[in-house]
């Protein structure tokens, strides 16, 4: 390779974005996870309508989020401070909601309680009570499987109730492959490969 080569191979690489890959022993937090902690807070928002600002990784594959603050920027527009539940697990970190004008009334409504500013961290809406259905059939949910090197997250269709804990069958869109997961949280399920 002759030295312009090298030099604008350097030049490539530095300017053109590569993708954040989690090392070892570290998980993604997803769109799927944040939209969870804030359906705690009441309002269900999709993955879709989250925007994350910068990649974040956990030291488990599913930690429990919380909403720390919450900030409105415009009309339909929030940012949102989280962290996980369990400190060691992750560091803060902020993300975006677009929204539409209920959500964005029902948001608007929370932040203006001020306990989110003030740092005391909120009671979650929809606190489920130990052995509580948090999974409903027909409701969607994503299944995150694990293997040996590998960690793979799909939306998938729940075919029964579950509580924190249980084993339910899920299956894919597509209705081809059903799944025994176990259900994490509110619209999370966890399963092996």
């Known amino acids: 390779m ?3 080569n090298l030099i604008l191979a350097c030049i490539v690489f530095a300017v053109v974005p590569q993708p954040v890959i989690a090392s070892a022993g570290r998980y ?17 928002v999709s993955p ?12 488990t594959p599913a930690p429990v989020l919380q909403v720390r603050s ?7 527009r929030f940012m949102v401070r989280l962290e996980c539940m369990n400190e060691e697990n992750c560091l803060p970190f902020m993300a975006g909601i677009q929204v539409d004008k209920n959500e964005a009334t029902q948001l ?33 949910a994503i299944l995150q499987l694990e293997g040996p090197h590998i960690h793979i997250r799909i939306p998938v269709i729940c075919l029964q109730n579950g509580a924190a804990g249980q084993t339910i ?3 894919d869109k597509d209705h081809r492959r059903i799944y025994a997961a176990q259900v994490i ?9």
Do not use: K, N
């Open 2 to 4: 002759t030295r312009f």
């Open 28 to 44: 993604s937090i997803s769109a799927e996870q944040i939209a969870v902690a804030v359906g705690r807070m009441g309002v269900r």
């Open 48 to 59: 879709r309508q989250i925007t994350i600002l910068a990649d974040v990784v956990a030291t």
């Open 70 to 76: 919450l900030e409105r920027l415009d009309a339909d």
């Open 108 to 140: 608007a409504s929370i932040s203006s309680r001020g306990y989110l500013q003030s740092g005391a961290i909120p009671e979650p809406a929809q606190q489920p009570e130990p052995g509580a259905v948090v999974i409903r059939s027909g409701s969607s």
């Open 169 to 171: 069958r899920a299956t």
């Open 185 to 193: 949280d509110f619209g999370i399920l966890r399963g092996r490969l």
